[in-house]
């Protein structure tokens, strides 16, 4: 960690402080702010979290300028080529990628878990048929903390992971519960001899007349996308997981308040968006009024951008090329809103106003469009980047639980509002 300081004059009193400068394996070093308020009476300003380090992490390690992800140490395009979402799950948890006795009781252990108690189906009757899938996803994993009374000790390392296997189980028996309850079609159990990405494919489309037929194609793309969205290290719902978690809520409580979190189009919301803008866009002619739209800050490009990634999005650059393989088996309905999309990617990789700005096609832009070619209606995008974002919201709260010394979150602000004034009675305002 280095004996750096960083001296902190208050130009007013003439007092200084010397913050301890700490430094990780990798990345920018961080300025210690700790003693702040007790010697020169202050705290830090930082509106969004955009300069603060909340937490000490051993997860996941990002390089915004130069496009790294690292999840435990491993290049996200290594875990893409070579891995299973479940060994990601596992390593993310554990810290190692597991030996092959571990993975198979790991598998196991998730596998028992998918199934979704009988009384757990029964709080979908309560949710209209149009109910958005997230609304169902929020209120049905919180609802899960109502059936494991005994088994949610957070003191219980035990306990922990017996919750975090739990969530990761069953997040597609729910998400595929959502997707049917949409549909109006009734719910299909996981199945044991699947791998996860295929039950979960199964859970969503089986029909008695097809049940066997999963696209080897559809799934190698839906269990990439699974991987590169696991983790992202301190984002907002994982920030938010985090934050319920120091208060010891339980831990299903907090991955809820995590898909809340997801939910907005700034964040998980955006694959949905993304569509959504192709479908208004409707023909690549009405691409440059739409950028026009863009630049005069009517609407945002959604898919582009990120707070971190200021060069380019690992992670899109993997999912850009899964999404040109999926697409060259296209049908052709789905040719016209891909076609859009190219155009869109073109146009805006090669404008000033994109290239001045960083703004560059992430992750889910093209996620977006892959999941409308596996068939999964626009309304299901942020359930499945809920899906595959629990593993590492669980990772991320077990890790926080296991700092020695934790303490509830607690943001300062700089107050602006009135001054000290009394009361003034109704009949004299
Ligand atoms: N389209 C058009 N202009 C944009 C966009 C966009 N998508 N994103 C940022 N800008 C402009 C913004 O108007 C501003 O311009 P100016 O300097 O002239 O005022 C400049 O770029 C900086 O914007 P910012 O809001 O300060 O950037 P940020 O780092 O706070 O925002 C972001 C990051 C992801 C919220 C934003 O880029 C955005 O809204 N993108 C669209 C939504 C999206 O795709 N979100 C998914 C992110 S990836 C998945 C995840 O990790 O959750």
């Excluded at 189906?121 to 109910?131: E, P, S």
């Excluded at 035990?158 to 719910?187: F, N, Q, S, V, W």
């Excluded at 992430?362 to 469009?369: A, H, L, Q, R, T």
Aim: include cysteine; charge should be negative; aromatic fraction near 10%.
């Amino acid at each position: 960690m280095g004996n750096n300081t960083v001296t902190i004059r208050d130009n007013t009193t003439g007092k200084t402080i010397d913050c301890p400068v700490k430094q990780g394996t990798l990345g920018h070093p961080v300025i210690d702010s700790r003693a702040l308020p007790n010697e020169l009476g202050m705290f830090t300003f930082d509106p969004a979290f955009v300069t603060t380090a909340s937490c000490e992490s051993a997860i996941t390690y990002i390089d915004g300028e130069k496009g790294i992800l690292l999840h435990r140490g491993y290049p996200i395009e290594q875990l893409a080529k070579k891995s299973t979402y479940l060994e990601v799950c596992y390593l993310l948890l554990n810290g190692e990628l597991p030996k092959s006795d571990e993975m198979q009781t790991f598998q196991k252990g998730i596998c028992r878990f998918s199934v979704l108690h009988e009384g757990i189906l029964n709080f979908f009757n309560g949710f209209r048929r149009d109910a958005h899938p997230m609304a169902m996803l929020v209120g049905v994993v919180g609802g899960l903390s109502s059936y494991y009374h005994d088994e949610m000790d957070i003191n219980n390392p035990e306990h922990r992971d017996l919750c975090a296997k739990r969530i990761i189980g069953k997040m597609p028996t729910i998400a595929a519960k959502c997707l049917r309850y949409t549909l109006g079609r009734g719910y299909v159990d996981p199945r044991y001899d699947l791998n996860y990405v295929e039950n979960f494919f199964n859970m969503m489309f089986s029909m008695p007349n097809k049940r066997d037929d999963v696209d080897p194609v559809a799934v190698k793309a839906l269990e990439i996308m699974l991987i590169l969205h696991a983790d992202h290290e301190q984002n907002a719902s994982t920030s938010t997981v985090r934050l319920a978690g120091s208060s010891q809520a339980n831990p299903y409580a907090c991955i809820s308040a995590g898909i809340a979190t997801l939910w907005g189009a700034a964040h998980g919301g955006a694959n949905e968006a993304v569509i959504q803008m192709l479908n208004d866009i409707g023909d690549p002619k009405n691409i440059p009024n739409y950028i026009e739209k863009v630049k005069n800050k009517e609407v945002r490009l959604m898919g582009f951008g990120h707070r971190v990634y200021k060069n380019f999005d690992p992670r899109a650059k993997i999912i850009h090329d899964v999404c040109h393989q999926l697409l060259e088996c296209l049908d052709d309905s789905q040719r016209p809103l891909f076609d859009i999309a190219l155009e869109l990617e073109r146009i805006a990789l090669e404008d000033e106003y994109f290239i001045e700005r960083k703004l560059y096609p992430n992750v889910d832009f093209y996620s977006g469009i892959i999941l409308n070619a596996l068939n999964i209606p626009t309304s299901m995008f942020t359930v499945m980047f809920a899906v595959a974002r629990s593993a590492g919201w669980i990772a991320q709260w077990k890790e926080m639980l296991e700092e020695p010394g934790m303490k509830i979150g607690r943001p300062r602000q700089l107050y602006i509002g009135a001054d000290v004034r009394d009361y003034v009675p109704m009949d004299q305002r």
